[in-house]
């Protein structure tokens, strides 16, 4: 069974890495940081803005700013199956 990171990476997905800067409201002078990782495809991030949207509904923290790194690691055209197994002594 394929891991669902391995089937997403072969779709065109890559390792997205966010760094979130945020505000508490009991602390508004204290500029925090929150790291999140996940597999989205590039240039639309569409699991980023969702995890976004779930944060400005649920977490009582302004988003002062979000700064990302995608890279993609691997794609369909740089997979290739392989057919036969070489065994060495």
Same mark, same amino acid.
């Given at each position: ?16 890495? &966010? ?15 929150? $790291? ?5 495809? &590039? ?18 923290? &302004?988003?002062?700013? $979000?700064?990302? &790194? ?11 199956? $392989? ?7």
């Amino acid at each position: 069974m394929a891991d669902r990171d391995f089937k997403l990476q072969l779709k065109g997905y890559g390792l997205l890495t &966010a760094e979130i800067f945020y505000f508490l409201p009991d602390y508004p002078s204290l500029l925090q940081q929150f $790291v999140w990782q996940d597999y989205d495809e &590039a240039p639309d991030y569409p699991i980023l803005f969702k995890f976004l949207d779930h944060w400005r509904c649920e977490i009582e923290a &302004a988003i002062h700013s $979000v700064r990302i &790194a995608h890279d993609r690691m691997i794609g369909a055209r740089e997979f290739h199956h $392989v057919d036969g197994e070489f065994t060495l002594q």
